[in-house]
């Protein structure tokens, strides 16, 4: 059986159907479940970017440090792929939490 | 903007050894480490490393840190402690936070040796205060000497669970199990048999299938999973437990690598060419953040990255790089074997090299059978006190024979293959394999010491340290009391870097039986 | 599998996205052809999610205008997901005399148009926002402007879209548009062919070299812009907040967290390694921009910054509306920084275009030929 090309989004999971473990918390930082992630799989959602928009899982905090592999392990099993068949998101500055005060002061390094 | 030859992330094993490397060989070095103190992970490693005398084996983690800081200090490496690298832009510049302000730096050279995070499972309740990461229960432990919890149960049988599991047990927690999905355990058997000797039980085949409590963990329900990995009703097992450790995997902290641009493979690790080089010029990735392995290979990855940028930058010629690139790759090739090696992860083998039947016992519970000793070169009979060496799979590691005055020891130039016990030779005794094994396999049994009565000498790492004439019951492989037996003697020695030498007196017949001893009557 | 439709539509931004769902609304088939493996991985999803109608230049105004009082309010209800729509205003601060007769200029404009749009006094001011800092002498007030969440509205439209039967492709990357008999017809991306009888390009700064193919110029250019976003905080005030100075710009999202949008003043001439890449000197400007109109906010922690390309046409407006020499082919492109908030409008027009029907609104300040020489 050839894999799937979930670039053209006429690809259809059927309808959403409630799996045990859907109430898991997976993204602490902003509680989306296990469910949120996998509904939105099922609503054309194929990509971690598109799942990220719209649920802002590994947004918040920690950036995705903790529920990455959550998520990921989670939209690959929707589509049938393997976790490391989605592609890597994006890291972004800052690395950890910074105060607008810190940020805005800049100092010469030393 | 301030500006240096090399700039590391990280003070942890790798980015302290790229440091000192690198300034070492005349680079202006410049480290940053979000944490207050540094080494990275190492201060927390209590245990002794694995490896040979090049690996700084047997030496203990903490100590490790401690002489990579002192070389910091004496090739005039900068090291900045609360300061996080909180961007690596374009042109190599790090900005870093220090304290009320950001700062720009900029360098010919940066390596990025940030370390791991810990991965997490979900299941339900895993979210309660009590569940955490094994290496932040280590980091309660070791650094803040805070004990987590009182009963503990592990998830995760490689060698982090096994590690820390044992530390637990060292800081007087109860492990109630340790359970793992996989169907054999993941790490070290001989980490894994210092947990079974103590009377920890192993679940192989299970999760977790919910943390119980309302407001923190009270308890927690294991299950054993079916071929397709899903739980088979009927099967769940209940804990009583304030603590879960999870010990299920780290993952590369990369992210400054990916911000900067640099390319990564199918498997989400950055991808490294040699020297650690990125597919960005002049950045480098170094340690965990490479790809996860463990602090003696990362190690070595720091001082090749170091090199690497050092002949880049003009500090090193060619002839030398190719001298030191070749003797450090060797280090790490020399890591890199037998059948917990990366390219070996996910096979299941059956044998040793030597050809010597693999215990499923030891993969299943954790522990050798009494009648499975015999397998091993390491484990002969002989006249008088000798060395037993119960070290059964293929591991890079040689301190045992490095350290026998007498040669009584063979691991060989493959510092994988098993020890071998040379009955020709004369055991005196003195204990040192015993001490330097970091994987406390090897004992000491003298059969012939007292007429009825064997002396089986143990490493102990526990306190308080029993005293000779403390009563007490030996314990089995597989932590089951097999007699009561009276501790002869306590040993401790600087040579033995605080492992005491426990010598126990048994029933002859129990000489090749008990391998622990606790106090008190079973 | 039919690569033929009524309508073939070359990019899946908020603004190819939108017209792909009024072009099923109106029972049209189409296809959408995104060469990103993302939806909305352009300006649609990176972008400070302004619905302003006020500071627009004059042409752009009856979209914002449209939009504002036909589309957004009931967009969360139709698209069937709460895109965040939040019209409580837009706050345009000045510290100083210069920078209230810049204010005084722009909402005279707007007024002059019909927009409610009004000088107000700093009392004014801080009533609607107390957080402002003691520095704010006034501002300019448009109370009908507001805010929507960017990365689900474009979403949202490809959800409806796709639900009513649009078949967006991702990760294909359109070489070129093709003419047949004078027509623009056939859409080829590398092995793959489509159809359609009418064509709308809406590939941002893409659809330039798009259009060159076929002998149109769009003079655009890229810049990069940057955004920071802070953890969440309690509501503290729902308007979209700018200044004369434009040291910065952006609201409080729904959840919580601030994004605030701004510029080093370098970004005509910052270097790209290929990648919207953030530059180290833009977040901490923008961080002492806001500060310097909400100091209270100097204690909260940001967790992200971000940058995207916008497409920016010479004249910082649009190209909107058909090619008189490519017959079939609708443009619609080159947002320059402010297309967000008027998406849901031109998404409208140019689906009514496209199925031949008479659009709400006049697009013909919008035409793609009309740069001329200054003399």
Same mark, same amino acid.
């Given at each position: 059986?050839?894999?799937?090309?979930?670039?053209?989004?006429?690809?259809?999971?059927?309808?959403?159907?409630?799996?045990?473990?859907?109430?898991?918390?997976?993204?602490?930082?902003?509680?989306?479940?296990?469910?949120?992630?996998?509904?939105?799989?099922?609503?054309?959602?194929?990509?971690?970017?598109?799942?990220?928009?719209?649920?802002?899982?590994?947004?918040?905090?920690?950036?995705?440090?903790?529920?990455?592999?959550?998520?990921?392990?989670?939209?690959?099993?929707?589509?049938?792929?393997?976790?490391?068949?989605?592609?890597?998101?994006?890291?972004?500055?800052?690395?950890?939490?910074?105060?607008?005060?810190?940020?805005?002061?800049?100092?010469?390094?030393? | 903007?301030?500006?240096?030859?090399?700039?590391?992330?990280?003070?942890?094993?790798?980015?302290?050894?790229?440091?000192?490397?690198?300034?070492?060989?005349?680079?202006?070095?410049?480290?940053?480490?979000?944490?207050?103190?540094?080494?990275?992970?190492?201060?927390?490693?209590?245990?002794?490393?694995?490896?040979?005398?090049?690996?700084?084996?047997?030496?203990?983690?903490?100590?490790?840190?401690?002489?990579?800081?002192?070389?910091?200090?004496?090739?005039?490496?900068?090291?900045?402690?609360?300061?996080?690298?909180?961007?690596?832009?374009?042109?190599?510049?790090?900005?870093?936070?220090?304290?009320?302000?950001?700062?720009?730096?900029?360098?010919?050279?940066?390596?990025?040796?940030?370390?791991?995070?810990?991965?997490?499972?979900?299941?339900?309740?895993?979210?309660?205060?009590?569940?955490?990461?094994?290496?932040?229960?280590?980091?309660?432990?070791?650094?803040?000497?805070?004990?987590?919890?009182?009963?503990?149960?592990?998830?995760?049988?490689?060698?982090?669970?096994?590690?820390?599991?044992?530390?637990?047990?060292?800081?007087?927690?109860?492990?109630?199990?340790?359970?793992?999905?996989?169907?054999?355990?993941?790490?070290?058997?001989?980490?894994?048999?210092?947990?079974?000797?103590?009377?920890?039980?192993?679940?192989?085949?299970?999760?977790?299938?919910?943390?119980?409590?309302?407001?923190?963990?009270?308890?927690?329900?294991?299950?054993?999973?079916?071929?397709?990995?899903?739980?088979?009703?009927?099967?769940?097992?209940?804990?009583?437990?304030?603590?879960?450790?999870?010990?299920?995997?780290?993952?590369?902290?990369?992210?400054?690598?990916?911000?900067?641009?640099?390319?990564?493979?199918?498997?989400?690790?950055?991808?490294?060419?040699?020297?650690?080089?990125?597919?960005?010029?002049?950045?480098?990735?170094?340690?965990?953040?490479?790809?996860?392995?463990?602090?003696?290979?990362?190690?070595?990855?720091?001082?090749?990255?170091?090199?690497?940028?050092?002949?880049?930058?003009?500090?090193?010629?060619?002839?030398?790089?190719?001298?030191?690139?070749?003797?450090?790759?060797?280090?790490?090739?020399?890591?890199?074997?037998?059948?917990?090696?990366?390219?070996?992860?996910?096979?299941?083998?059956?044998?040793?090299?030597?050809?010597?039947?693999?215990?499923?016992?030891?993969?299943?519970?954790?522990?050798?059978?009494?009648?499975?000793?015999?397998?091993?070169?390491?484990?002969?009979?002989?006249?008088?006190?000798?060395?037993?060496?119960?070290?059964?799979?293929?591991?890079?590691?040689?301190?045992?024979?490095?350290?026998?005055?007498?040669?009584?020891?063979?691991?060989?130039?493959?510092?994988?293959?098993?020890?071998?016990?040379?009955?020709?030779?004369?055991?005196?005794?003195?204990?040192?394999?015993?001490?330097?094994?970091?994987?406390?396999?090897?004992?000491?049994?003298?059969?012939?010491?007292?007429?009825?009565?064997?002396?089986?000498?143990?490493?102990?790492?526990?306190?308080?340290?029993?005293?000779?004439?403390?009563?007490?019951?030996?314990?089995?492989?597989?932590?089951?009391?097999?007699?009561?037996?009276?501790?002869?003697?306590?040993?401790?020695?600087?040579?033995?870097?605080?492992?005491?030498?426990?010598?126990?007196?048994?029933?002859?017949?129990?000489?090749?039986?008990?391998?622990?001893?606790?106090?008190?009557?079973? | 599998?039919?690569?033929?439709?009524?309508?073939?539509?070359?990019?899946?931004?908020?603004?190819?996205?939108?017209?792909?769902?009024?072009?099923?609304?109106?029972?049209?088939?189409?296809?959408?052809?995104?060469?990103?493996?993302?939806?909305?991985?352009?300006?649609?999803?990176?972008?400070?999610?302004?619905?302003?109608?006020?500071?627009?230049?004059?042409?752009?105004?009856?979209? =914002?205008? &449209? !939009?504002?009082?036909?589309?957004?309010? @009931? #967009?969360?209800?139709? /698209?069937? *997901?709460?895109?965040?729509?939040?019209?409580?205003?837009?706050?345009?601060?000045?510290?100083?005399?210069?920078?209230?007769?810049?204010?005084?200029?722009?909402?005279?404009?707007?007024?002059?148009?019909?927009?409610?749009?009004?000088?107000?006094?700093?009392?004014?001011?801080?009533?609607?926002?107390?957080?402002?800092?003691?520095?704010?002498?006034?501002?300019?007030?448009?109370?009908?402007?507001?805010?929507?969440?960017?990365?689900?509205?474009?979403?949202?439209?490809?959800?409806?879209?796709?639900?009513?039967?649009?078949?967006?492709?991702?990760?294909?990357?359109?070489?070129?548009?093709?003419?047949?008999?004078?027509?623009?017809?056939?859409?080829?991306?590398?092995?793959?062919?489509?159809?359609?009888?009418?064509?709308?390009?809406? =590939?941002? &700064? !893409?659809?330039?070299?798009?259009?060159? @193919? #076929?002998?149109?110029? /769009?003079? *655009?250019?890229?810049?990069?812009?940057?955004?920071?976003?802070?953890?969440?905080?309690?509501?503290?005030?729902?308007?979209?907040?700018?200044?004369?100075?434009?040291?910065?710009?952006?609201?409080?999202?729904?959840?919580?967290?601030?994004?605030?949008?701004?510029?080093?003043?370098?970004?005509?001439?910052?270097?790209?390694?290929?990648?919207?890449?953030?530059?180290?000197?833009?977040?901490?400007?923008?961080?002492?921009?806001?500060?310097?109109?909400?100091?209270?906010?100097?204690?909260?922690?940001?967790?992200?910054?971000?940058?995207?390309?916008?497409?920016?046409?010479?004249?910082?407006?649009?190209?909107?509306?058909?090619?008189?020499?490519?017959?079939?082919?609708?443009?619609?492109?080159?947002?320059?920084?402010?297309?967000?908030?008027?998406?849901?409008?031109?998404?409208?027009?140019?689906?009514? #275009?496209?199925?031949?029907?008479?659009?709400?609104?006049?697009?013909?300040?919008?035409?793609?030929?009309?740069?001329?020489?200054?003399?």
């Amino acid at each position: 059986m050839s894999a799937t090309d979930w670039n053209d989004r006429i690809c259809t999971l059927g309808p959403f159907e409630p799996a045990p473990g859907d109430g898991f918390i997976v993204c602490r930082c902003v509680e989306i479940t296990q469910g949120d992630v996998r509904r939105a799989v099922h609503d054309g959602m194929f990509t971690l970017h598109e799942v990220r928009r719209l649920l802002r899982c590994g947004m918040g905090l920690c950036q995705g440090q903790i529920c990455g592999r959550l998520v990921r392990g989670i939209v690959a099993k929707e589509l049938g792929v393997s976790p490391t068949a989605l592609e890597e998101v994006t890291a972004r500055a800052p690395m950890r939490p910074v105060e607008m005060r810190v940020f805005g002061s800049e100092e010469a390094g030393a | 903007m301030s500006h240096y030859d090399m700039i590391v992330v990280g003070a942890g094993p790798a980015g302290l050894s790229a440091a000192v490397q690198a300034a070492s060989h005349g680079l202006r070095v410049a480290v940053f480490d979000e944490n207050a103190r540094p080494g990275g992970q190492l201060f927390k490693q209590i245990h002794k490393f694995f490896g040979s005398k090049e690996h700084m084996a047997k030496t203990r983690g903490f100590n490790i840190g401690t002489a990579l800081l002192q070389e910091a200090r004496d090739t005039g490496v900068t090291v900045v402690l609360d300061a996080v690298a909180v961007g690596l832009y374009p042109n190599r510049e790090v900005v870093v936070r220090a304290g009320g302000a950001v700062r720009h730096y900029k360098a010919d050279a940066v390596v990025v040796a940030a370390g791991a995070s810990e991965n997490t499972v979900a299941f339900e309740g895993w979210t309660l205060p009590g569940v955490m990461g094994a290496g932040a229960a280590q980091t309660m432990m070791n650094i803040n000497r805070v004990r987590p919890g009182k009963r503990v149960l592990m998830l995760g049988s490689g060698n982090v669970g096994l590690v820390v599991g044992f530390q637990l047990l060292q800081a007087g927690c109860e492990l109630v199990a340790v359970a793992d999905a996989a169907p054999r355990i993941g790490g070290y058997g001989v980490h894994a048999a210092k947990l079974a000797r103590c009377g920890v039980p192993f679940y192989l085949s299970h999760t977790i299938l919910r943390a119980e409590g309302t407001g923190r963990v009270t308890g927690v329900v294991i299950s054993e999973l079916d071929a397709q990995w899903r739980p088979k009703s009927g099967s769940e097992k209940h804990f009583d437990a304030d603590t879960i450790c999870l010990a299920v995997g780290l993952s590369p902290m990369n992210q400054l690598l990916r911000m900067a641009g640099c390319a990564v493979r199918e498997n989400g690790d950055v991808l490294c060419y040699p020297f650690g080089e990125t597919s960005v010029s002049g950045i480098y990735a170094a340690g965990d953040a490479a790809g996860i392995e463990e602090a003696s290979s990362a190690m070595i990855g720091g001082r090749l990255a170091a090199i690497g940028a050092a002949h880049r930058l003009g500090y090193l010629d060619a002839q030398t790089l190719a001298a030191e690139q070749a003797r450090l790759e060797g280090m790490l090739q020399s890591l890199r074997q037998g059948m917990f090696a990366p390219q070996n992860r996910g096979k299941a083998a059956q044998s040793t090299d030597e050809g010597c039947p693999l215990s499923s016992s030891l993969l299943g519970q954790g522990y050798l059978r009494d009648d499975e000793i015999a397998n091993y070169p390491g484990c002969k009979q002989a006249k008088g006190v000798h060395p037993v060496i119960e070290c059964t799979q293929n591991i890079p590691c040689n301190p045992c024979q490095d350290v026998c005055p007498k040669g009584c020891i063979r691991v060989g130039a493959n510092i994988v293959a098993l020890p071998v016990v040379d009955k020709t030779a004369t055991c005196t005794g003195c204990g040192l394999c015993v001490a330097a094994c970091p994987g406390q396999a090897v004992f000491l049994v003298d059969e012939d010491a007292e007429p009825g009565f064997a002396l089986v000498t143990l490493p102990y790492e526990f306190l308080p340290i029993p005293k000779a004439g403390d009563k007490g019951t030996a314990l089995g492989r597989g932590g089951q009391p097999v007699c009561p037996a009276e501790v002869v003697r306590c040993k401790s020695a600087s040579a033995y870097d605080r492992t005491s030498l426990l010598t126990i007196r048994v029933p002859k017949e129990m000489g090749m039986r008990a391998r622990f001893w606790k106090g008190g009557a079973a | 599998m039919n690569n033929t439709a009524d309508v073939i539509i070359i990019g899946a931004g908020v603004i190819g996205s939108a017209t792909a769902y009024y072009l099923t609304r109106k029972g049209h088939s189409v296809i959408v052809l995104e060469k990103s493996p993302f939806l909305g991985d352009g300006g649609s999803s990176r972008n400070g999610g302004g619905v302003r109608q006020s500071g627009r230049d004059p042409r752009e105004l009856p979209l =914002a205008m &449209y !939009g504002v009082k036909h589309l957004w309010p @009931g #967009l969360s209800e139709e /698209l069937g *997901m709460d895109v965040e729509y939040c019209q409580s205003g837009n706050l345009r601060l000045g510290k100083t005399e210069e920078h209230l007769a810049i204010l005084r200029g722009l909402t005279d404009r707007a007024a002059a148009c019909g927009l409610g749009v009004s000088m107000i006094d700093a009392a004014q001011a801080r009533t609607i926002c107390p957080y402002l800092s003691e520095e704010v002498i006034g501002a300019s007030w448009c109370p009908t402007d507001g805010h929507a969440n960017p990365m689900l509205v474009t979403l949202a439209y490809y959800r409806k879209a796709r639900a009513n039967g649009a078949r967006f492709i991702t990760g294909q990357r359109v070489q070129a548009i093709q003419k047949v008999r004078g027509q623009a017809r056939r859409v080829v991306c590398g092995d793959e062919t489509f159809e359609g009888d009418t064509i709308v390009l809406a =590939a941002g &700064y !893409g659809s330039r070299a798009i259009a060159a @193919g #076929l002998g149109i110029d /769009l003079p *655009m250019n890229t810049l990069l812009m940057e955004v920071l976003v802070t953890e969440e905080q309690p509501p503290m005030f729902s308007q979209m907040l700018g200044t004369a100075m434009a040291d910065f710009y952006g609201h409080q999202s729904k959840h919580g967290s601030f994004v605030f949008g701004g510029s080093s003043g370098f970004e005509a001439h910052n270097r790209d390694d290929g990648r919207p890449v953030n530059h180290s000197i833009t977040a901490p400007c923008i961080c002492r921009g806001v500060m310097g109109y909400f100091p209270a906010l100097a204690g909260t922690k940001i967790v992200r910054t971000w940058a995207g390309w916008l497409d920016e046409m010479a004249d910082h407006i649009p190209a909107i509306g058909p090619v008189a020499e490519v017959p079939g082919l609708l443009v619609g492109c080159g947002f320059s920084g402010h297309g967000f908030g008027i998406a849901p409008a031109v998404g409208t027009v140019l689906a009514d #275009l496209a199925a031949g029907d008479t659009p709400p609104l006049e697009v013909s300040a919008f035409r793609y030929d009309r740069f001329k020489a200054k003399l």
